[in-house]
Structures are given as structure tokens and as C-alpha cells.
């Protein structure tokens, strides 16, 4: 739980506007982004799937928002997880696969790897 609860602080503080563009500092993604599917990823662990959904859907939409191709394709793995395993594989899938379209078309060869591997 503490780590959600730090992850939610750096939500707090995290402003698009001064931030959404600090993604090449940051593994090449964007932070905001990053602490929602932690976020998302950390409930799951908890054993809240509705909560991991919610996490993983708001890293998607500000992903989505920022037109950052590399932030979309993390975006887009932790969804398509979190969808697979709360039993959603159609759901899920289509997920992945517009990941590997997304990867084929910005040439993002790692996480190619990763949806093609799920």
C-alpha cells in the first residue's frame, strides 16, 4: 500500500504542462503516465481489479493526449495485461494488437517483442 500511496502523491504533484514533456528524462515515457500504470499495476497486485482497470485506463488516456508513441505502447501493454487477466482476452488482444501496430509503425522494436511475445 505504500507504494500506491506514493505513486498517488507523484499523481498530486505530476502537471501536464510542466512535465509532459520530461518523457526522455524518464525511460523515454512520460511520468504521468508511468505513475498511473503503477498505480494500476499496484492495485492489481493488491488484489483490486477494478481499481487496476481504472490506473491503466487514465495512463492510456493522458498517453493518448500527449501523442507520445512510446508512452501509448506502455499505456497499451499494462491495459492489454490488465485485461487479459481479469479474463477480458478479446478485449485484451485487440489491445496488443494495436500495440504491434502502434511498435511496427514507430519502428519501437521492444515492446513489438513484448506483445508478440504475450
Not at 31 to 60: D, K, Q, S
Not at 64 to 91: K, N, Q, Y
Amino acid at each position: 500500500m505504500e507504494a500506491i500511496d506514493h505513486v498517488e502523491q507523484g499523481i498530486a504533484l505530476y502537471d501536464r504542462e510542466r512535465h509532459g514533456k520530461f518523457a526522455f528524462l524518464y525511460a523515454g515515457h512520460d511520468p504521468g503516465a508511468c505513475a498511473h500504470w503503477h498505480r494500476g499495476f499496484g492495485h492489481w497486485m493488491l488484489g483490486y481489479p477494478e481499481r487496476a482497470l481504472i490506473g491503466v485506463e487514465a495512463a492510456c488516456r493522458l498517453a493518448e493526449e500527449l501523442e507520445h508513441p512510446i508512452t501509448i505502447a506502455v499505456g497499451l501493454w499494462f491495459s492489454g495485461w490488465v485485461r487479459c487477466m481479469r479474463g477480458e482476452l478479446d478485449v485484451g488482444l485487440a489491445i496488443l494488437d494495436r500495440l504491434i501496430t502502434l511498435s511496427r509503425t514507430h519502428g519501437i522494436t521492444l515492446w513489438l517483442g513484448v506483445a508478440d511475445a504475450f
